[in-house]
Structures are given as C-alpha cells and as structure tokens.
C-alpha cells in the first residue's frame, strides 16, 4: 500500500514513517499542505494520514479541495484538535477517519486498513476475489481455503490487483503500490512478482492484457 503521509511534527512524522515501513508500506512524508496537494496530482494513493494544523495549505482546505475535485482516496485526519465539534467538523469535510494526538501506532495500522478496504468496497477483514482471499491484517492469502506463503512484494502485487479486482491495474499502479520516493525500481521487477504469483495461484490466475496491464480473472473465466 502506498501511504501519503503530511505531517510538519519531524519527531511524530520519522516515527510514522518509520512504523509504516517496518510494516512494507511505501511511504511519501510531506510537512506542508502545498506539497501534499502537489503530490496528490502527481500520484495515486491507497491512504493519506493528514495533519490538520499545515504550513501552506491547510489540512482542511486540502481535504475540501481534494472532496470538491472528486477524489476519494480515504483520508485520515491526525490531530491534536480533540473537541468534538472538530471532530464532527473534520469528518464533514470529507475525512474516512480522525485519530487524535497522542495516538498508538497499532490503531493507527487498523485504521489504515479499515478505510482501505472501505475504498475498495469490502466490508469484511479480507479481500476477495473468486477462490482468492487477502487478509491486510494478518497478511495471509487464502486460496480455496488454503493459505499460499507470499513474500512482501508478492503480497503487495496481489493487494493491488484485489483493490481494483474488477479493472485492469497498470504496471505504473502496481509500482505506485510498492514503491515510495527514492526507492529504486527494478526493470522487471512487476513482471517477476507477476510470474511468482501466477506459479502460486494458478497460470491463469492473473490475466495479461497487451499493452494496459494486468487483472484477475474473471470469475466466469
């Protein structure tokens, strides 16, 4: 999952960032709101953890700006703003969530998940697709009712396909999942992970399609 985090606290943003790589996220960290706004139209992400007290852009403009251009990326609001009318005040502007400052990391985690299945429209824990299941919490995919040992990037490959399990993903939004900034992206790198999986699941699994990218197979198919 790529996380675009926008916090201007250095200390509380080294250690998110840190916490969600440790966790195989890719992670952008920003500390004004004008570069967060810049990185959102550059790239896609599966979550944003935004402050609300900002440097050049505001966390509330930002998310009424990104609300009013029709972008739905869950957002989770991170403040120190604790009455309930910010509360109230946050999440009708377009937030998914608000943690409140100080907060535990694992939450933190659990919510990230939680209004990342909310975006691909899963209700429950895991993600399906078919005989196919992805559990974000535990990490464990399900095949048919047995589990398959996937390694990191395999399952963050496999995460990407099951949040857009009805389209084709693009080899630059599978790359967007696995890769933050500076991180070095290996020539065919995707097409190893695609190879690894399709061993694992089944060849006809994931489904080439020339010159677009790749999806899962239909359950019809």
């Not at 939450?107 to 299945?117: G, N, T």
């Not at 975006?119 to 697709?129: E, F, I, R, S």
């Not at 496999?158 to 084709?168: P, S």
Request: charged share 25%.
């Amino acid at each position: 999952m790529r996380i675009l985090l926008v916090e201007d606290d250095t200390s509380l943003g080294e250690t998110i960032r840190d916490w969600l790589r440790l966790d195989q996220h890719a992670v952008d960290w920003v500390q004004r709101g004008d570069s967060a706004d810049s990185a959102l139209l550059a790239h896609h992400y599966d979550c944003v953890l935004l402050d609300r007290g900002l440097p050049g852009l505001s966390g509330d403009a930002l998310l009424a700006r990104l609300r009013a251009a029709g972008n739905r990326v869950p957002v989770i609001l991170i403040t120190a703003f604790n009455a309930l009318a910010d509360r109230v005040e946050g999440l009708d502007l377009g937030a998914d969530d608000y943690l409140v400052k100080p907060f535990e990391l694992e939450e933190m985690s659990a919510r990230i998940r939680a209004a990342a299945r909310r975006g691909a429209g899963q209700a429950g824990n895991a993600l399906v697709h078919g005989d196919i299941a992805l559990n974000p919490e535990t990490r464990q995919a399900m095949q048919g009712g047995r589990p398959v040992a996937l390694t990191a990037r395999e399952y963050h490959v496999l995460y990407a396909l099951l949040l857009r399990r009805n389209a084709i993903v693009t080899r630059a939004q599978i790359e967007e999942t696995l890769y933050g900034w500076g991180d070095e992206v290996e020539s065919n790198a995707i097409e190893v992970y695609i190879h690894n999986l399709r061993k694992k699941l089944g060849g006809d699994s994931i489904v080439t399609v020339r010159g677009l990218g790749y999806r899962l197979k239909n359950d019809e198919a």
